[in-house]
């Protein structure tokens, strides 16, 4: 009954928990609460009414959600907040999501090239040898920019049921990613060429240490959108018989 599934959503969809830990908070509460309303019609009274006073003795969702959120360890509360921020939001077109993941990995990856360097300093080494060029911090975070919305792009594509349209876009999202990986090795070159790495993978392009650097900046974004898209898929395969909760509008 789709009024019970709504009012156990309102209790789990805010907590902060792993997918399995909260598809059997699902699980159990919709037992409890369906039994509770075949309690209440077996009494005699119209479905209308048993309904209403099985939501009544089931309690209030802001309750049950409290004590549920005191049910998860602290450590998964912690996982679950953080995976919050990478799932789409409710209303929140794919493009979007897609720029805000991207932007998130673009500030994520520029926060490192500015602490790791102060901290191979710390252990002696020189600025000029462990600084990252800001002309090449740029590069790269357009780079990581560009490849994590077109990766995401993969992933919105091959997420779903394929058909050819959607494999189709899939490889042109996957080509651009491979393109915009290439594009970073040279353009990172221009910008600090006093750079090994980036020496190193132009120059030497038949040695497999360098052709397998560049096959990782090319190919690293197209990777981790199908590793995604493989995990949606297994989760979708996991919670599949439970009822499709995500899509239930659960009101303020």
Known sequence: MKELMVHVERAVRAVHASPARKRRMRQELLAHLTGLFEEEKARGGGEHQALAEALRRFGDPADLSRDLQASVPRLERW???????????PGETGLRHGARLAALGAAMVLAGLNVLPLIRVAVGEKWSDARVALAAQGVIAVYVFLSALLGHGVFREMVNRLGVASVL??????????LAGAAMVLGSYVAQPENPLWEFILR???NPLALSAGAWFACMPLAMALA???????????????????SLEIGG
């Open 79 to 89: 996982e679950g907040r953080l995976a919050n921020w990478f799932r789409r939001g």
């Open 169 to 178: 876009r899939a490889a042109a999202y996957g080509a651009g990613a491979m």
């Open 204 to 206: 030497h392009p038949g």
């Open 228 to 246: 995604a898209v493989l995990a949606a898929r297994v989760e979708r395969a996991m919670a599949r018989g439970h009822g499709d909760w995500s």
